[in-house]
T-cell receptor, first 114, second 113 residues
Framework: AQSVTQLGSHVSVSEGALVLLRCNYS??????LFWYVQYPNQGLQLLLKYTSAATLVKGINGFEAEFKKSETSFHLTKPSAHMSDAAEYFCAVALGGGSYIPTFGRGTSLIVHP | DADVTQTPRNRITKTGKRIMLECSQTKGHDRMYWYRQDPGLGLRLIYY???????NKGEISDGYSVSRQAQAKFSLSLESAIPNQTALYFC????????????FGPGTRLTVL
């Protein structure tokens, strides 16, 4: 079985501040992990993914995430928020036993203040 | 041109009507999916298909049906729409060769009155 929990439905930061979006997963086997971003009135697009290679994964737009097996976490970070980062962010987990069909978290809305 | 397209982009209909949402892809992927998005609930899987002859129910398939007409086309139908099917619907594709990343269409906003 697989599940994803995103802590905080809304996260608010000031422009230039650190962005930290939290994701914890539950799986019985090594997972594939993904972060997707959804800008207003658009579909989801991949930010980054972990597929059992390096535990620190770098994605687009300056985002990165670290896979921590002991904490079952895959938190998303960005050192300095930009106004254009305001969007909905989704964490997802996929397992081989589940044919790699992803289970998505409920999403975190990132609000960036000037 | 977009790799995954959905038609229509917006649809308003009445309770009891039959609705079809269409999805086409040019990525050449065998795997296709239909999700619905509701505020605060994330994305939930309705149906998925791993090839033209393969159709599988997802988490919330009741009230929906699908048709995989070709590798590139996957349609979602609501046989008798009801108001709680008002949502944003996404089609997606994936391929094992790209690490199972999902490629999403732009979405269809469906309102059932």
């Amino acid at each position: 079985a697989q599940s994803v929990t995103q802590l905080g439905s809304h996260v608010s930061v000031s422009e230039g501040a650190l962005v930290l979006l939290r994701c914890n997963y539950s799986s019985s086997v090594p997972p594939y992990l993904f972060w997707y971003v959804q800008y207003p009135n658009q579909g989801l697009q991949l930010l980054l993914k972990y597929t059992s290679a390096a535990t620190l994964v770098k994605g687009i737009n300056g985002f990165e995430a670290e896979f921590k097996k002991s904490e079952t976490s895959f938190h998303l970070t960005k050192p300095s928020a930009h106004m254009s980062d305001a969007a909905e962010y989704f964490c997802a987990v996929a397992l081989g036993g589940g044919s790699y069909i992803p289970t998505f978290g409920r999403g975190t809305s990132l609000i960036v203040h000037p | 041109d977009a790799d995954v397209t959905q038609t229509p982009r917006n649809r308003i209909t009445k309770t009891g009507k039959r609705i079809m949402l269409e999805c086409s892809q040019t990525k050449g992927h065998d795997r296709m999916y239909w999700y619905r998005q509701d505020p605060g609930l994330g994305l939930r899987l309705i149906y998925y298909s791993f090839d033209v002859k393969d159709i599988n129910k997802g988490e919330i398939s009741d009230g929906y049906s699908v048709s995989r007409q070709a590798q590139a086309k996957f349609s979602l139908s609501l046989e008798s729409a009801i108001p709680n099917q008002t949502a944003l619907y996404f089609c997606a594709t994936s391929d094992p060769g790209t690490g199972h990343e999902q490629f999403f269409g732009p979405g269809t906003r469906l309102t059932v009155l």
